[in-house]
């Protein structure tokens, strides 16, 4: 697995791969309703591309052969939008390899706090790095109760 900076060019397959790890990790922690209204509410490639350009670092992991296998995104106040494995790269250390260079990014821009809005997938991986839980989130997706979690780190 190699890491690289985001490229114009790259959303089609993160578009594709948020679907895939939506729909196939998600059904561990949510019900199939919450599942198709997370995926349906999913960025296209063409609003990828648009969040891509707003100034945002992100970073692709690819497999030997140049498969997308997972993305991150870090914008400037320390915020992580996405944070997508695909099924198959699941607890690989691909989650930990993109988490670690957002880490080191941050730190150099000088960020004092990482934070997101965590999944229940994404809180468990998040709080074994280190980030903590500070309060659950519940809201509407498409009509659909769903919810998930404030996490935070200071750096
Ligand atoms: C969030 C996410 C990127 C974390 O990546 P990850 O690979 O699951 O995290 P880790 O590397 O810490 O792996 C740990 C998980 O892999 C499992 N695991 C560990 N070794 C494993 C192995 N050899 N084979 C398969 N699974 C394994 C662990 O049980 C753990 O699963 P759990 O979180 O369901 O309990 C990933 O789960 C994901 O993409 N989820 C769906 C999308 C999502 O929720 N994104 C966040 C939106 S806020």
Redesign the pocket.
Known sequence: MRLRPYAPGDEVAMAALYQR??RV??P?DYTPAQVEAWAVAGPTAARFAERMADGRRAFMAEADGGTLVGFVDLEPDGHIDF???APE???T????RLLDVVEVGAQADGIERLY????E??R??FQ?RGLDVLYRRDFEVGGVAIH?NAVEKRL
């Open positions: 790890s939506v990790l998600g561990a944070l997508y494995a790269a699941k607890g250390g691909v989650a930990d997101s809005e965590a999944s997938a994404a468990r991986f074994r998930n």
